[in-house]
């Protein structure tokens, strides 16, 4: 069993920005409004794991739910669910990201409790 090393606030935020850019781009929602909304998220993230270093693990997924939050104000809901859109009957719908505070964050579709992807890995996804 390979033992991992917690990692360090700054690779947490490097990390995290890296697979929400992954997923934002995915979506076409790259642009530079969007990149100074996630600039801004890592900056904050930033004094937040500085105060608090053993919580960098989570980071990466702090770091997409606060892209969700402001991009509900100037786009609407983020990520899409891809199952969802498939499905005329269903309303369109975010996605949500699993586990809400913990490691190893995932997409995951509310309505039917499917994993749709990791974080950073909407594009595989969408197909």
């Known amino acids: 069993m390979v033992c991992m090393e917690q990692p360090t606030s700054e690779e947490a935020i490097h990390r995290g920005r890296a697979l929400v850019l992954a997923d934002l781009t995915a979506d076409g929602l790259a ?5 100074s909304m996630l600039e801004k998220a890592v900056s904050h993230r930033r004094w937040w794991s500085d105060q608090w270093p053993e919580g960098a693990v989570f980071v990466p997924g702090l770091l997409a739910q606060d ?10 809901r983020w ?33 039917t409790g499917h994993e749709v992807a990791p974080l950073g890995s909407l594009a595989d996804a969408r197909g």
């Open 79 to 111: 990520p899409l669910c891809p199952l969802c859109e498939r499905a005329p009957e269903r309303e369109p719908h975010a996605l949500d990201l699993e586990p809400e505070l913990g490691e190893d964050p995932r997409w995951v579709c509310g309505v």
């Open 67 to 76: 892209m969700q939050d402001a991009l509900l104000e100037h786009h609407g």
């Open 31 to 35: 642009g530079p409004k969007e990149v």
